[in-house]
């Protein structure tokens, strides 16, 4: 199974590099990206366009895989995600209040930069915020709670920031809203590629307190996890991985949510030491899946990620809620 998804992968790595308005040779792409390319219009198609959008979805789609199987399994329940808690909300509510608030401290500011702060400054909010109330919230169920009236409170705050704002801070902020791949450059993405490479490789180390909190609290605490301390630990792995995507791509709907899902249908298992490596490739496999068809219409435009990934996603959450009473385990 990890070579079939490691091929897949690669597959629509490629078909990524190689889909598109402009029409290129595979032969040209490898020449490409070997050096050995002499068509600047070519050089400038592959590596300011395609192969940043193509490492910016891989990269994404891994990072909120692994957010969504942390909070699914930190909160027992199948229907948790990266925008359930209200970290999502809380970044598009930073971005809606550098757009509309300081539009003109920013003016002269590069607008992708600008973006990325105030996306991180809305999630880093929440997330200590999370952090807090898992210290006194001891239930899951209040805590999932709670995270959804923030996320309320967040898109309540962003309708009112459009209502006061102008035309073209409107506009640039639904457009942000509606998610993308191709907001990230070649320069950008070493930051991207090591904060998720780092983060992906720290959630490896909680595969066996995963495992034991499947089994309850009370069964991990007699074996050694302090409940409490490890959700902290949990939650800021995933907090950071969503804000990291969400400050680059925007806010991603339904793939952390479903992908977890996906890897337990097809390995039939919830061991996390199985479904967190596989999670990784099916979340960059159908975020990658996703741009293709958002780059489909070629000369027509181009789709918003967000009107995509509700492809994949409704489905399974379809599926979840049709067979809940058979899920035991998540």
């Known amino acids: 199974m990890p070579i079939l998804l490691a091929i897949l992968l690669l597959v629509l790595f490629f078909l990524n590099l190689f889909v598109g308005s402009a029409e290129i040779p595979a032969a040209e792409i490898y020449k490409v990206l070997t050096g050995q390319s002499d068509n600047d219009v070519f050089k400038i198609i592959i590596l300011d366009n395609r192969l940043p959008q193509a490492v910016t979805a891989l990269l994404a789609g891994a990072a909120l895989a692994v957010s969504g199987l942390i909070m699914q399994t930190v909160f027992a329940n199948p229907l948790a995600g990266p925008s359930v808690l209200g970290i999502s909300s809380a970044a598009s509510l930073g971005v809606a209040v550098v757009t509309f608030l300081f539009s003109t401290v920013f003016m002269d500011f590069n607008s992708t930069v600008s973006v990325i702060i105030g996306s991180l400054m809305g999630s880093a909010a929440v997330l200590a915020l999370l952090v807090a109330l898992s210290e006194i919230l001891k239930n899951n169920l209040t805590l999932l709670i709670a995270g959804i009236m923030i996320s309320y409170l967040s ?176």
């Open 155 to 330: 898109g309540a705050a962003v309708t009112v920031l459009n209502f006061f704002g102008t035309e073209q801070s409107v506009k640039n902020f639904t457009v942000w809203n509606m998610g993308s791949f191709a907001g990230v450059t070649l320069n950008e993405i070493p930051v991207f590629a090591i904060v998720v490479t780092v983060f992906c490789a720290a959630a490896f180390l909680t595969v066996k307190p995963l495992n034991l909190l499947l089994l309850g609290e009370n069964y991990a605490q007699n074996l050694g996890v302090n409940p409490a301390r490890t959700k902290t630990i949990l939650l800021l792995l995933a907090g950071v991985l969503v804000s990291a995507v969400t400050a680059h791509c925007g806010p991603v709907a339904f793939i952390g949510l479903a992908v977890p899902h996906v890897a337990r249908m097809v390995l039939k298992t919830s061991n996390h030491k199985r479904i967190l490596p596989a999670s990784i490739y099916i979340g960059a496999c159908i975020a990658l899946m996703c741009n293709i068809l958002c780059i489909l219409p070629g000369d027509f435009g181009v789709l918003p990620l967000n009107a995509v990934t509700p492809v994949f996603g409704v489905p399974v959450v379809l599926w979840i809620l049709s067979h809940r009473k058979r899920m035991k385990n998540i």
